[in-house]
């Protein structure tokens, strides 16, 4: 091997961990995931955190929508999150973070945690069809962090969704604005959610004469456009 080959031979080695070809099945992960966390790891090797689909499927025999596919399922997992970072210039830049993934490997008690609930599965299925789209990987960590960070429950993240749908508020920000009154007025359960919804109608009745009966008013109202008590 000339001396040029062979210095290209050594800068071309990537080096990753070899618990991760062991262990992926025992984690969740699929033999697509891996190959996408693998392109994930060359890619941040190179300097580039936030690769799109497109950019990984070039490098596999996969498609954009199938990538798109396996970089939702890591995250719905808990094995990739997405991060922010700040760079000197003040402009804030996202990157995959591969920890959770290492944490699940090395830390028996965080790779229990990356076997989500059949209900936890279904939230993200539900939001999908509502939105008549796959979700972007920014939308799905959202759902992630009001399920462990704000550890709103599943049921009431529904509700919150059923309530944005009947108003046709299909964005986030908007389902997102419905969870922080709720947990601002206490409110735990989709009942209690559905009684706040009914007082404030009735609140609201008092105050004007309505233009027209709407549909189901008991329950269902603008949580943008509250007045203050």
Same mark, same amino acid.
């Given at each position: 091997?000339?001396? &040029?080959?062979?210095?290209?031979?050594?800068?071309?080695?990537?080096?990753?961990?070899?618990? %991760?070809?062991?262990?992926? %099945?025992?984690?969740?992960?699929?033999?697509?995931?891996?190959?996408?966390?693998?392109?994930?790891?060359?890619?941040?090797?190179?300097?580039?955190?936030?690769?799109?689909?497109?950019?990984?499927?070039?490098?596999?025999?996969?498609?954009?929508?199938?990538?798109?596919?396996?970089?939702?399922?890591?995250?719905?997992?808990?094995?990739?999150?997405?991060?922010?970072?700040?760079?000197?210039? $003040?402009?804030?830049?996202?990157?995959?973070?591969?920890?959770?993934?290492?944490?699940? %490997?090395?830390?028996?008690?965080?790779?229990?945690?990356?076997?989500?609930?059949? &209900?936890?599965?279904?939230? =993200?299925?539900?939001?999908?069809?509502? =939105?008549?789209?796959?979700?972007?990987?920014?939308?799905?960590?959202?759902?992630?962090?009001?399920?462990?960070?704000?550890?709103?429950?599943?049921?009431?993240?529904?509700?919150?969704?059923?309530?944005?749908?009947?108003?046709?508020?299909?964005?986030?920000?908007?389902?997102?604005?419905?969870?922080?009154?709720? &947990?601002?007025? $206490?409110?735990?359960?989709?009942?209690?959610?559905?009684?706040? $919804?009914?007082?404030?109608?009735?609140?609201?009745?008092?105050?004007?004469?309505?233009?027209?009966?709407?549909?189901?008013?008991?329950?269902?109202?603008?949580?943008?456009?509250?007045?203050?008590?």
């Amino acid at each position: 091997m000339l001396k &040029q080959d062979y210095e290209g031979f050594m800068h071309d080695q990537l080096t990753f961990s070899k618990k %991760l070809l062991a262990d992926y %099945l025992q984690i969740g992960m699929d033999e697509t995931e891996l190959i996408v966390v693998l392109q994930l790891i060359r890619y941040q090797k190179e300097s580039n955190l936030f690769p799109t689909p497109s950019d990984i499927a070039a490098f596999t025999n996969y498609d954009d929508q199938v990538v798109s596919r396996s970089l939702r399922q890591l995250m719905q997992k808990h094995l990739m999150s997405i991060e922010e970072s700040e760079n000197g210039d $003040g402009i804030v830049d996202e990157f995959y973070s591969l920890e959770p993934l290492w944490q699940a %490997l090395y830390t028996k008690r965080e790779a229990d945690k990356t076997k989500p609930t059949d &209900q936890s599965v279904e939230i =993200f299925k539900q939001f999908e069809r509502e =939105f008549g789209r796959v979700l972007s990987p920014i939308e799905i960590e959202t759902i992630n962090i009001w399920l462990d960070e704000d550890q709103y429950d599943v049921s009431l993240i529904q509700q919150a969704l059923r309530e944005a749908v009947l108003l046709s508020k299909l964005n986030f920000k908007y389902v997102d604005r419905i969870l922080q009154e709720w &947990q601002k007025k $206490g409110i735990k359960t989709v009942d209690a959610a559905k009684q706040a $919804g009914k007082k404030f109608h009735q609140q609201s009745s008092q105050r004007s004469e309505p233009v027209r009966k709407r549909t189901d008013p008991s329950v269902y109202y603008n949580w943008l456009d509250e007045p203050d008590d």
